[in-house]
T-cell receptor, first 111, second 114 residues
Framework: KNEVEQSPQNLTAQEGEFITINCSYSVGISALHWLQQHPGGGIVSLFMLSSGKKKHGRLIATINIQEKHSSLHITASHPRDSAVYICAVWVYGGSQGNLIFGKGTKLSVKP | NAGVTQTPKFQVLKTGQSMTLQCAQDMNHEYMSWYRQDPGMGLRLIHYSVGAGITDQGEVPNGYNVSRSTTEDFPLRLLSAAPSQTSVYFC?????????????FGPGTRLTVL
């Protein structure tokens, strides 16, 4: 059983569309990360949140701790948003805890 | 700042060979970690370190060794490469642990074991 589930696995959108990527988790957390993996393979951190909502440019991340669910929204999508988006949750363990990663959502935005 | 650097970018090994993947960061981060990424799976933690001289195992540590003699460097050693270790390896660092700290990733090393 996967502890971090993302949906959809693949998503194709037209430029300008509003995008939503979902992340559900079964483990207790106090922090959730959203990451972006570029087509070239590099991974960058987008958001880190433990409650509520964060916004950065056209990206919005929300989390509902009670429902164990987080969403990543992209407004006015653009072809340069094409990437794999990865959700990771922090779980207690070891000396500093660890991250459990989802399998990612591959987004393709067509012009 | 160079951020997190990894070398090499690509490597092909034969079964049984050993090698070291290099990782370095110049941000004075205490926490460093190694992940492997396989098709259809999420990133999985191999080993991590919370500071110089301190390392611990992650989810998939077998066949790998690490050490942390300095804050900057965190090499990953493959003791006797096996085809199952064919993967893309990412090194990451953060100021402290991943609970509330942004993770910075290296560019990755693509390893093929024949």
């Amino acid at each position: 059983k996967n502890e971090v589930e993302q949906s959809p696995q693949n998503l194709t959108a037209q430029e300008g569309e509003f995008i939503t990527i979902n992340c559900s988790y079964s483990v207790g957390i106090s922090a959730l990360h959203w990451l972006q993996q570029h087509p070239g393979g590099g991974i960058v951190s987008l958001f880190m949140l433990s409650s509520g909502k964060k916004k950065h440019g056209r990206l919005i991340a929300t989390i509902n701790i009670q429902e164990k669910h987080s969403s990543l929204h992209i407004t006015a999508s653009h072809p340069r948003d094409s990437a794999v988006y990865i959700c990771a949750v922090w779980v207690y363990g070891g000396s500093q805890g660890n991250l459990i990663f989802g399998k990612g959502t591959k987004l393709s935005v067509k012009p | 700042n160079a951020g997190v650097t990894q070398t090499p970018k690509f490597q092909v090994l034969k079964t049984g060979q050993s090698m070291t993947l290099q990782c370095a960061q110049d941000m004075n981060h205490e926490y460093m970690s190694w992940y492997r990424q396989d098709p259809g799976m999420g990133l999985r933690l191999i080993h991590y370190s919370v500071g110089a001289g301190i390392t611990d195992q992650g989810e998939v540590p077998n066949g790998y060794n690490v050490s942390r003699s300095t804050t900057e460097d965190f090499p990953l050693r493959l003791l006797s490469a096996a085809p199952s270790q064919t993967s893309v390896y990412f090194c990451a660092s953060s100021l402290w642990g991943p609970r509330g700290n942004e993770q910075f990733f290296g560019p990755g090393t693509r390893l093929t074991v024949l």
